[in-house]
């Protein structure tokens, strides 16, 4: 009987991995993990979900190679293996983005209501921040914006927001971001600050493509 052959072989391995990856809480548990680095009780916390799942699902992404994990005191802590998971999950992203009419459709009823304008890119902040013209807002909880942040960014939880709004420059534009493209809080947060006057825009995705791509990080 002949053995597999090689390129068969490889692609079991790669079916693994789109295998993990086929599961809602895991490209969830990833958009976590891009943050920094975390305890399974963090992320059960962060998620809602019993610690017993999500140490499950965090298992099954270990054995695929997604995440690495170590033993600090107590606590297991997870990371990402490096940066092409977030890598794969955005072309999952993008691949939905360009084929599924129901992505589409959630875009347009739910994100694009809230901010129709194209985002600004990371070029386009590096360059604004280094000219002094911009306040940037990072609506991540605190735990998140301390594990890594944009230069000069002001952590304004999404929650402290509107208390907040006395102390921002209205002569200057506002970016804000969160945790990744479609995190849920920048565009909340974009969509209040233009209600009250401010010229306000998105960053094009999260903290977590912005080390990515090499740009500076500050903690």
């Given at each position: ?44 916390e962060k998620l809602g979900s019993p610690i017993a799942n999500v140490s499950q699902h965090l298992q099954t992404m270990r054995r695929a190679g997604l995440v690495a994990a170590e033993r600090q005191g107590k606590y297991v ?54 000219d002094g013209m911009v306040t940037v807002l990072d609506v991540r909880p605190a735990d998140e914006f301390a594990l890594g942040h944009v230069p000069g960014a002001l952590n304004v939880p999404l929650a402290e927001l509107d ?57």
């Amino acid at each position: 009987m002949s053995s597999p052959s090689p390129k068969l072989a490889l692609f079991e391995q790669f079916a693994l991995v789109a295998k993990t990856l086929g599961h809602p809480q895991r490209l969830e548990l990833i958009e976590q993990l891009g943050q920094g680095p975390r305890s399974v009780d963090l992320l059960a916390e962060k998620l809602g979900s019993p610690i017993a799942n999500v140490s499950q699902h965090l298992q099954t992404m270990r054995r695929a190679g997604l995440v690495a994990a170590e033993r600090q005191g107590k606590y297991v802590v997870y990371r990402l293996a490096d940066a092409s998971v977030l890598a794969a999950m955005q072309a999952i992203q993008r691949v939905a983005e360009n084929n599924l009419a129901e992505v589409d459709k959630i875009v347009r009823g739910y994100f694009e209501q809230r901010d129709s304008l194209e985002p600004i890119t990371r070029d386009e902040l590096s360059g604004r921040l280094r000219d002094g013209m911009v306040t940037v807002l990072d609506v991540r909880p605190a735990d998140e914006f301390a594990l890594g942040h944009v230069p000069g960014a002001l952590n304004v939880p999404l929650a402290e927001l509107d208390a907040c709004l006395t102390t921002l420059d209205p002569e200057k534009d506002i970016v804000a971001y969160c945790r990744g493209a479609y995190c849920v809080m920048s565009f909340e947060a974009v969509s209040r600050l233009r209600a009250q006057g401010f010229r306000a825009r998105r960053l094009e995705d999260g903290m977590p493509q912005w080390a990515a791509a090499g740009n500076a990080v500050a903690s």
